[in-house]
């Protein structure tokens, strides 16, 4: 299968600050998306980006297709934006299956 | 409608018995997923529906497990004689597609197994 690999796997910040996460992958793909996995474990759509950029809020995200990277972007962070972010890729030949990394783990100290 | 749900949320169960977890998709949507989903891991793809049809099993998916979705809508899976190391979330989502893109995958909010 396709291997997703995220950086860093651990991020500690304080609130304000800004951050930049990243999602390498092995394989070209159709989809990117990225999620946030809230403390009840329910993983929260960010963005669906299979290439470009997009923004929402302090959020923002830009998938580089032909480099098989994805970065997303958090700005001015706030402690409700703790938790784990996961990148999911998807191959379109194997139908229905997105591949996930390990995720980066967040923390956001008041 | 409010999403994707999912039920129940938390069970507990004895090793060696049967589980079964519910999911109801989005209204609209024609595709249905589970994955499963370790302590400190990203999740794992389980299998899915299009409509009624089950199109794609994964290695995981042992002889024990079974899902279903008589009618291309809700959707069950099933675990019997279950053992410790299907302890975990599992997580049902959903999409609207119709090619061979997956389409943007609406998760719930999950079902924590733990075995005894």
């Known amino acids: 299968g396709i291997q997703v690999e995220q950086s860093p796997p651990d991020l500690i910040l304080q609130e304000g600050a800004n951050s930049t996460l990243r999602c390498n992958f092995s394989?070209?793909?159709?989809?990117l998306q990225w999620f946030h996995q809230n403390p009840w474990g329910q993983l929260i759509n960010l963005f669906y980006?299979?290439?470009g950029t997009k923004q929402n809020g302090r959020l923002s995200a830009t998938t580089v297709a032909t480099e098989r990277y994805s970065l997303l972007y958090i700005s001015s962070s706030q402690t409700t934006d703790s938790g784990v972010y996961f990148c999911?890729?998807?191959?379109?030949?194997?139908?229905?299956?997105?591949?996930f990394g390990r995720g980066t783990q967040l923390t956001v100290w008041p | 409608d409010t999403g994707v749900s999912q039920d129940p949320r938390h069970k507990i169960t004895k090793r060696g018995q049967n589980v079964t977890f519910r999911c109801d998709p989005i209204?609209?949507?024609?595709?249905l997923y589970w994955y499963r989903q370790t302590l400190g891991q990203g999740p794992e793809f389980l299998t899915y529906?299009?409509?009624?049809?089950?199109?794609?099993k994964s290695r995981l998916l042992s002889d024990r497990f079974s899902a279903e979705r008589p009618k291309g809508s809700f959707s069950t899976l099933e675990i019997q004689r279950t053992e410790q190391g299907d302890s975990a979330m599992y997580l049902c989502?959903?999409?609207?597609?119709?090619?061979?893109?997956?389409?943007?995958?609406?998760f719930g909010e999950g079902s924590r197994l733990t075995v005894l």
């Open positions: 209204s609209e949507h024609n595709r």
């Open positions: 999911a890729v998807d191959r379109g030949s194997t139908l229905g299956r997105l591949y």
């Open positions: 980006i299979p290439s």
């Open positions: 394989d070209s793909v159709n989809n």
């Open positions: 529906f299009q409509n009624e049809a089950q199109l794609e």
């Open positions: 989502a959903s999409s609207l597609s119709w090619d061979t893109n997956t389409g943007e995958l609406f």
